[in-house]
């Protein structure tokens, strides 16, 4: 256990229905981030939250909209996504902006039919 | 060494033989560099880092070598086991330490 905990482990939607990714981390960390796993790419940035502050959106298609209510939890909520969406979702967390990423959940395996 | 595309290089190692992974980083800027293990069904799990400055940083049973002329990497593993396996990539950082480039990775398959 990295003390950076994800829900659902897997899920399957269709590309008009409207679901949530969860993150929490148990660390007392104050940076947040949510990347992007596919088969055919590195890990890919998407979000940064800095004490719940976003401050950092790498040209994510707004049909991905991150939450972030305070520095230990985390959500992505997705809608209208596209079946080239499916990947592995990860979250982590590090205890400043500013500090390399060392703690990861076990990821979201999200399928889009 | 790193991939591009599906299919991850495979390093086949028997057990208790020594592991060398490689990784080629792009950007002569880059100052910090981290090698993590992701097993399968798992997230990505830091090993060990190191910052220019260095040439050598050695963990529990892992070392890093840093070549910034050539700008190459390396993992070893010293005495591998069966847990070893899973895969393994380099990422670097230019500027912000939050803000790392990641490799596709090796996978590792330790043989008995």
């Known amino acids: 256990e990295t003390g950076v905990t994800q829900t659902p482990r897997h899920l399957v939607m269709g590309m008009t229905n409207k679901k949530s990714l969860k993150c929490e981390q148990h660390l007392g960390h104050n940076a947040m981030y949510w990347y992007k796993q596919s088969a055919k790419k590195p890990l890919e940035l998407m979000f940064v939250?800095?004490?719940?502050?976003?401050?950092e959106n790498n040209s994510v298609p707004s049909r991905f909209s991150p939450e972030c209510p305070n520095s230990s939890h985390l959500f992505l909520h997705l809608h209208t996504l596209q079946p080239e969406d499916s990947a592995l979702y990860l979250c982590?967390?590090?205890?400043?902006?500013?500090?390399?990423?060392?703690?990861f959940g076990p990821g979201t395996r999200l399928t889009v039919l | 060494g790193e991939s591009v595309g599906l299919h991850l290089p495979t390093l086949s190692v028997q057990e208790g033989d020594n592991s060398i992974i490689n990784c080629a980083y792009s950007n002569s800027a880059s100052d910090y560099f981290i090698w993590y293990k992701q097993e399968s069904g798992k997230g990505p799990q830091f090993i060990i880092d190191i910052r220019s400055n260095m040439d050598k940083r050695q963990g529990q049973r892992v070392t890093v070598l840093l070549n910034k002329t050539v700008k190459h990497l390396s993992l070893q593993i010293a005495a591998t086991q069966p847990g070893d396996s899973a895969v393994y990539f380099c990422a670097e950082n230019t500027g912000t330490a939050s803000k790392l480039t990641f490799g596709t990775g090796t996978r590792l398959q330790v043989t008995l």
């Open positions: 982590a967390s590090s205890q400043d902006y500013g500090r390399a990423v060392r703690f």
């Open positions: 939250y800095n004490f719940k502050e976003q401050t």
